[in-house]
């Protein structure tokens, strides 16, 4: 039993050196090559939820449309509608914390560039190192979006708590929608950026690759733009 572990230990150390030896018989070039595509494909998660959080955004715009149809003699209608609409804001709030956490995990993944980057010869490095700023620009246009986005849930979670009120005046009411209106302005002004970045990343990433004298097979807009948000 134990020489069988033993053999088992040994296979296994045998495998670690093997992995150990491909990564160190790889160019600088090369491990840039393979994080960087590494880092798209963990927004994979992003992809998925851009969907999910579209299909929720207009869910919740039909019912914002039902209930805007309604008077006070139908309040319990629009209590319900509003119950459910406060329901699906806490299903896009979950999704795009998902679509963040997809995001992060990619930033992560991409940062381990930085120091092979500076390895490089030095029209390449200067081509990597521009790639990278771009990059670095776009994460952070994410991450603003994304505290824009949430920030305009949770004024729109008030809208639907206030018309659950029946003592909610109108004026009050208005001046909320104002608030999501503006907000939401932020949030396509970041989703701009961050698309921008994106077009311009996914273009100096090829020019790097060029560059470098990768020879990979490269689809234009592999890095994903997310849809514009819809306001009420």
């Known amino acids: 039993m134990k020489k069988t572990l033993l053999k088992k230990i040994l296979l296994l150390v045998i495998a670690g050196a093997f ?5 160190c ?40 449309n039902e209930i805007i149809q309604l008077d006070m003699e139908e309040f319990d ?9 406060l329901e699906v804001i806490d299903e896009r709030a979950d999704k795009i ?9 990619s930033h992560e993944t991409f940062q381990m560039t930085e120091d092979l980057i500076a390895e490089l010869d030095e ?34 979670r008030e809208m639907y ?3 659950q009120q029946e003592d909610t005046e109108q004026e009050s009411l208005n001046e909320q929608i104002n608030s999501i209106n ?9 989703n701009d950026q961050f698309n921008e970045y994106t077009v311009e990343y996914n273009e100096l ?4 690759y060029d560059e470098a004298d990768l020879n990979v097979t490269y689809e234009e807009n592999e890095t994903e733009e997310p849809e514009e948000e819809e306001e009420n």
């Not at 992995?19 to 990564?23: F, G, I, K, Q, W």
């Not at 600088?28 to 969907?51: K, M, R, S």
């Not at 209608?77 to 609409?85: F, G, H, R, T, V």
């Not at 914390?97 to 995990?105: G, N």
């Open 19 to 23: 992995v150990l030896l491909s990564a």
């Open 25 to 64: 018989s790889e160019s600088t070039e090369e491990q840039i090559h393979n994080h960087l595509e590494e880092a798209v494909a963990q927004e994979a998660e992003f992809e998925e939820q851009q969907g999910q959080i579209t299909e929720l955004e207009q869910r919740e715009q039909e019912l914002y």
């Open 77 to 85: 209608q629009i209590q319900e509608l509003s119950e459910e609409a």
């Open 97 to 105: 914390t998902q679509e963040r956490e997809s995001i992060a995990s």
């Open 123 to 156: 029209d390449v490095k200067e081509k990597g190192e521009e790639m990278y700023n771009v990059m670095e620009s776009r994460y952070t246009a994410y991450y603003n979006l994304f505290d824009a986005y949430m920030n305009s849930l949770e004024l729109e």
């Open 161 to 163: 708590e206030m018309l």
């Open 182 to 190: 503006e907000s939401y302005q932020s949030v396509l002004d970041y």
């Open 205 to 208: 990433k090829q020019e790097f």
